[in-house]
C-alpha cells in the first residue's frame, strides 16, 4: 500500500499519543525511498 505525502500528513495528525505519532514516523520513513 503506497500513501500520498497528504494522507501521511493527515494520519500523522490524527494521532494524537506523541509515542505513536514517532512510531508512525519512522515506520513510514524507513519504507519510503524517493
Known sequence: MVLSR???A???NATTCLKHQAA???AYGATHRP
Open 6 to 8: 497528504d494522507e501521511v
Open 24 to 26: 508512525l514516523s519512522v
Open 10 to 12: 493527515r494520519l500523522l
